[in-house]
């Protein structure tokens, strides 16, 4: 085992930056390291963080709204507040001061970032999207280490004076909660038999409503196939629109199950054999983890187009099929999703593709790289 480190990660506010660093949390805790969350309390790092057993350090600073510029004033004030809050607290307690500190992207992660910077402690930084945000961007000169989870953002970090040396791909880290997915497990749990073939359909936490539209429009040629399955999570805000567009009769609820969301992503993932869904960078990561063929639709809507260049990481690999928003009414998305259901072969080779990026790895390797630059 390696010698004990002292780790702080900031990460906050959303589920895509909280539960990558919970998931590289567990394995440095694995390894014997001490960890300690940075955050807000009244955020979602502030229930996650201490449910997972980590240590929690609270810190309080306000964003910076475009569309209010009079929140910048403040924003710095508290930013400039916390920096020295931190740096005092880390200079009063040994056991305080960590060895490293990794941010995860949030505006969270600033006065942790600076705090460490102003006592020359080593600064690193995890990007999950192909578009960073503002805080990365601003921090990215002074990191030692810029992991990153899509090879084409190199390039914003190298434009906002990242060192070349300090970026590194190491993908983004899936919660060991997925990866323990158990395929017989999800499938019992779903009344799939072994010859079954389930179909898995979602659209992140807020849901998709063109693609629960569209599913329920094909819903008839889907189930055309008694063997086919499928598991439909339609997100809280769309689930009653979907469930009455499906219209499904007693029958076709044997094997069509929609529900508002999903909570043992691990096991239903293990369990699936194709998957429908957006591309956001944590989905991206646990499909891939996971090695599951999929079909992917990006938000159209997302910064920068950022869930396209998301799914590339898949669609480049051979690992799954990309439709943009616009298209999926039309009749050659309907073929390809119900051609991969009908295809055990096709859908053998986009497995074997996923596992090739050995994204299941990326929380050991992030692991070691911030272990290599704290000493």
Same mark, same amino acid.
């Given at each position: 085992m390696t010698d004990r480190l002292r780790i702080a990660i900031a990460a906050g506010g959303t589920a895509g930056h909280v539960n990558p660093a919970l998931a590289l949390a567990e394995c440095l805790r694995d390894r014997g390291h001490a960890v300690r969350f940075f955050g807000e309390e009244r955020r979602l790092e502030g229930r996650l963080v201490p449910e997972a057993g980590f240590d929690f350090f609270p810190v309080h600073v306000t964003g910076f709204d475009r569309q209010r510029p009079w929140t910048l004033a403040t924003a710095l004030a508290h930013l400039a507040h916390e920096e020295r809050r931190l740096a005092k607290a880390f200079r009063d307690d040994a056991d305080l001061a960590p060895d490293v500190a990794i941010g995860f992207?949030?505006?969270v992660e600033l006065p942790l970032m600076r705090a460490a910077k102003r006592l020359?402690?080593?600064i690193a930084l995890h990007e999950q999207n192909s578009v960073p945000g503002l805080a990365n961007k601003q921090t990215a000169r002074d990191a030692a280490l810029i992991a990153i989870a899509q090879p084409s953002v190199k390039d914003v970090f190298l434009r906002a004076g990242a060192k070349e040396g300090a970026i590194r791909f190491t993908g983004n880290p899936v919660r060991r909660q997925v990866l323990a997915g158990d395929r017989a497990r999800g499938r019992t749990a779903? $009344?799939?038999? /072994?010859d079954g073939i389930l179909?898995?359909?979602?659209? $992140?936490?807020?849901?998709?409503h063109h693609l629960n539209a569209r599913m329920a429009q094909l819903k008839d040629e889907i189930l055309a196939d008694p063997r086919v399955h499928v598991l439909h999570s339609t997100g809280a805000e769309d689930f009653e629109a979907t469930r009455d567009a499906l219209a499904l009769t007693p029958d076709e609820e044997r094997r069509y199950h929609v529900q508002s969301y999903i909570d043992d992503m691990g096991d239903v993932l293990a369990a699936a054999d194709l998957v429908l869904s957006r591309a956001g960078a944590s989905s991206i990561a646990e499909i891939a983890a996971l090695a599951v063929p999929a079909v992917l639709v990006p938000y159209?809507?997302?910064?920068?187009?950022?869930?396209?260049?998301?799914?590339?990481?898949?669609?480049?690999?051979?690992?799954?099929?990309?439709?943009a928003d616009a298209d999926i009414d039309g009749r050659p998305f309907a073929d390809e999703?119900?051609?991969?259901?009908?295809?055990?072969? !096709? !859908?053998?080779?986009? !497995?074997?593709?996923?596992?090739?990026?050995?994204?299941?790895?990326?929380? /050991?390797?992030?692991?070691?790289?911030?272990?290599?630059?704290?000493?």
């Amino acid at each position: 085992m390696t010698d004990r480190l002292r780790i702080a990660i900031a990460a906050g506010g959303t589920a895509g930056h909280v539960n990558p660093a919970l998931a590289l949390a567990e394995c440095l805790r694995d390894r014997g390291h001490a960890v300690r969350f940075f955050g807000e309390e009244r955020r979602l790092e502030g229930r996650l963080v201490p449910e997972a057993g980590f240590d929690f350090f609270p810190v309080h600073v306000t964003g910076f709204d475009r569309q209010r510029p009079w929140t910048l004033a403040t924003a710095l004030a508290h930013l400039a507040h916390e920096e020295r809050r931190l740096a005092k607290a880390f200079r009063d307690d040994a056991d305080l001061a960590p060895d490293v500190a990794i941010g995860f992207g949030a505006y969270v992660e600033l006065p942790l970032m600076r705090a460490a910077k102003r006592l020359h402690i080593p600064i690193a930084l995890h990007e999950q999207n192909s578009v960073p945000g503002l805080a990365n961007k601003q921090t990215a000169r002074d990191a030692a280490l810029i992991a990153i989870a899509q090879p084409s953002v190199k390039d914003v970090f190298l434009r906002a004076g990242a060192k070349e040396g300090a970026i590194r791909f190491t993908g983004n880290p899936v919660r060991r909660q997925v990866l323990a997915g158990d395929r017989a497990r999800g499938r019992t749990a779903e $009344g799939v038999p /072994e010859d079954g073939i389930l179909l898995v359909v979602f659209g $992140g936490s807020l849901g998709a409503h063109h693609l629960n539209a569209r599913m329920a429009q094909l819903k008839d040629e889907i189930l055309a196939d008694p063997r086919v399955h499928v598991l439909h999570s339609t997100g809280a805000e769309d689930f009653e629109a979907t469930r009455d567009a499906l219209a499904l009769t007693p029958d076709e609820e044997r094997r069509y199950h929609v529900q508002s969301y999903i909570d043992d992503m691990g096991d239903v993932l293990a369990a699936a054999d194709l998957v429908l869904s957006r591309a956001g960078a944590s989905s991206i990561a646990e499909i891939a983890a996971l090695a599951v063929p999929a079909v992917l639709v990006p938000y159209p809507f997302a910064t920068a187009d950022h869930q396209t260049t998301n799914a590339h990481l898949l669609t480049d690999a051979g690992a799954a099929v990309m439709f943009a928003d616009a298209d999926i009414d039309g009749r050659p998305f309907a073929d390809e999703l119900l051609g991969l259901l009908a295809s055990a072969d !096709r !859908r053998a080779e986009m !497995r074997a593709a996923a596992r090739g990026l050995n994204q299941a790895e990326a929380a /050991e390797q992030l692991a070691d790289a911030l272990e290599e630059i704290a000493r």
